[in-house]
Nanobody, 123 residues
Framework: QVQLVESGGALVQAGGSLRLSCAAS????????MGWYRQASGKLRELVAS??????????DFVKGRFTISTISRDNAKNTVYLQMNSLKPEDTAVYYC??????????????WGQGTQVTVSS
């Protein structure tokens, strides 16, 4: 089991910056991928950025050059993933969800979600 707790969402003006944090605890040694998704009102949830164990990152086209995903492992019990968001636009307004995928020794995948944190960008 993995628990994900997000923080950092806020109201910010267009052009501003925010940093979202997601603290993962539990069976973090089995985490293969962590990432951020977002869901705007009336729209489907979409991938924003992800990072794999070992470091490879992936970004949605609409955030390339503006958002950066990174991760820090403080100890064997907790891992934190960050999403640095710069040059924010009103269309970035959404609930942002932290996501983690674990892989078992039998290669079964389990997916976990945080509770979400609201980001609102005013024009």
């Amino acid at each position: 089991q993995v628990q994900l707790v997000e923080s950092g969402g806020a109201l910010v003006q267009a052009g501003g910056s925010l940093r979202l944090s997601c603290a993962a605890s539990g069976s973090i040694a089995s985490i293969n991928v962590m990432g951020w998704y977002r869901q705007a009102s009336g729209k489907l949830r979409e991938l924003v950025a992800s990072i794999r164990s070992g470091g490879p990152t992936h970004y949605a086209d609409f955030v390339k050059g503006r958002f950066t995903i990174s991760t820090i492992s403080r100890d064997n019990a907790k891992n934190t993933v960050y999403l640095q968001m710069n040059s924010l636009k009103p269309e970035d307004t959404a609930v942002y969800y932290c996501h983690a995928v674990t892989v078992t020794p039998t290669l079964a995948e389990n997916k976990y979600w945080g509770q979400g944190t609201q980001v609102t960008v005013s024009s």
